[in-house]
Nanobody, 126 residues
């Protein structure tokens, strides 16, 4: 059974920092791109950041424009864990943050499923 366990959420002051973690079990972590998404009250879930690899094995990282320069996504394959370092947080970063495991090619084509964590609340106080 594949499980994604998020941690690190909480209350943080505007301008402060927080580090989210997502530990994956029950599957081969290195064969997944890892992403972070968030959902604020009354809004749809939105993309935050993603770390995967290209055809040559190079690391590919993407960020939503709203977090570029403030958030950093990383992963430790040996620990099957992805991280989201959140710096210079703003009130608009308040949301439930979800991690997402998306199978890389060719595993996606093999029919491997993607998975979501249960979410962790991040609240930025102004």
């Amino acid at each position: 059974q594949v499980q994604l366990a998020e941690s690190g959420g909480g209350l943080v002051d505007t301008g402060g920092s927080l580090r989210l973690s997502c530990t994956v079990s029950g599957t081969y972590f290195r064969y997944y791109a890892m992403g972070w998404y968030r959902q604020a009250p009354g809004k749809q879930r939105e993309f935050v950041a993603r770390i995967g690899s290209g055809e040559s094995g190079e690391t590919i990282i993407d960020y939503d424009d709203s977090v570029k320069g403030r958030f950093t996504i990383s992963r430790d394959d040996a620990k099957a864990t992805a991280f989201l370092q959140m710096d210079s947080v703003k009130s608009e970063d308040t949301a439930v943050y979800y991690c997402h495991a998306d199978p890389l090619s060719p595993y996606r084509e093999y029919g491997w499923s993607d998975y979501w964590g249960q979410g962790t609340q991040v609240t930025v106080s102004s």
